[in-house]
């Protein structure tokens, strides 16, 4: 959480004061509720994470073209200087600050993950992903102030830096299947929101929103595709199945999820080696995330167990996730 003093200069430009700020949480970003129950909101607060004013508004540009499309998605708020990012200084220190419509509805529950629900995530992502990619004429010139996959900072900056310098073997099985698979999607790219996943999701009805773009990238729809696997499938599953079920109940979410999905876009191509790579990828990913944020030494040994195995599935090029086809 932010200081309080910070607070009410931060939300200022967008009309709030640091009591009328909520905090739900702290990761990439400092994110706060704000507004009234009537007319909800969310404040963003991003600093010290390499992310430019350039790439944020970027960001905004794709979210409000993607809801001039009938993406169900959560729009910027303007400032009362007509802003929708501002850039805060305070102590030599820049804070980008954006504030956005709440989602309507509430957080995705265990009870919610039936297969009927994987589908109305699939059919979201199918809109999503045919406003990039079946309209290319589209998406806004200055979306391109977005990285492209391989440059992202959990791939680069975080890998070096988080993780232990005895895991060599894993930084650098990472590095050669990021090698590997540049050149396999160079001509695949578009924008992806690259983070898809149920705690990215609100429901409402039955209706889903998504929101949290901000690691949104150029890269191919398989990228997205292993995210939703592994986040909102594979890691759902774990530990909550028996383990000679899990790949049937892998396998009933993923069908559900692509028949959603090719209920939008019937004729898409999902290459399934790529999608097996990325997947791989995305456990790298999950991995330095931890290493980044979790004490390790304050863990159950269970978990450290867990890492390891992930580290090693990543060096072995492995996938936990077996049996799934595009």
């Not at 929708?84 to 529950?109: M, N, Q, T, W």
């Not at 040994?301 to 599935?313: P, Q, V």
Request: glycine share 6%.
């Amino acid at each position: 959480m932010l200081d309080r003093s910070l607070l009410t200069r931060l939300g200022r430009p967008f009309g709030f004061q640091a009591d009328e700020l909520r905090w739900i949480r702290s990761s990439q970003n400092h994110v706060y509720e704000c507004g009234s129950p009537d007319d909800p909101a969310v404040l963003r607060v991003s600093s010290g994470r390499s992310r430019t004013l350039a790439e944020v508004e970027a960001e905004l540009d794709w979210i409000e073209n993607l809801a001039r499309q009938d993406v169900p998605v959560c729009r910027a708020r303007l400032s009362s200087e007509g802003q929708r990012c501002h850039v805060v200084s305070i102590d030599g220190k820049d804070y980008l600050v954006v504030c956005f419509d709440r989602a309507p509805g509430r957080a995705v529950e265990i009870a919610d993950l039936t297969p009927e629900f994987h589908a109305r995530l699939g059919e979201v992502t199918a809109r999503l992903h045919a406003a990039v990619f079946d309209d290319r004429t589209a998406a806004a010139d200055s979306t391109s102030a977005r990285a492209p996959w391989h440059a992202s900072r959990l791939l680069n900056g975080d890998i070096e830096r988080y993780t232990a310098a005895s895991v060599g073997g894993f930084r650098a099985a990472a590095r050669s299947l990021v090698a590997r698979l540049a050149p396999q999607v160079e001509h695949r790219l578009g924008l992806l929101h690259a983070d898809i996943s149920f705690s990215n999701v609100f429901v409402d009805d039955g209706r889903l929103t998504l929101f949290d773009f901000d690691n949104c990238e150029h890269g191919p729809i398989e990228q997205d595709f292993a995210t939703i696997l592994y986040d909102s499938i594979y890691c759902r599953l774990l530990n909550r199945v028996p383990a000679d079920e899990l790949a049937a109940r892998i396998g009933e979410r993923w069908d559900a999820f692509l028949a959603g999905y090719r209920g939008v876009r019937p004729h898409v191509e999902i290459d399934a080696d790529l999608l097996r790579q990325f997947l791989i990828l995305r456990e790298a990913i999950i991995y330095t995330h931890y290493c980044r944020t979790v004490d390790l030494a304050a863990v159950r040994e269970s978990f450290r167990e867990g890492m390891d195995e992930m580290r090693r599935n990543v060096e072995a090029g492995a996938t936990p996730v077996l049996d799934v086809t595009a």
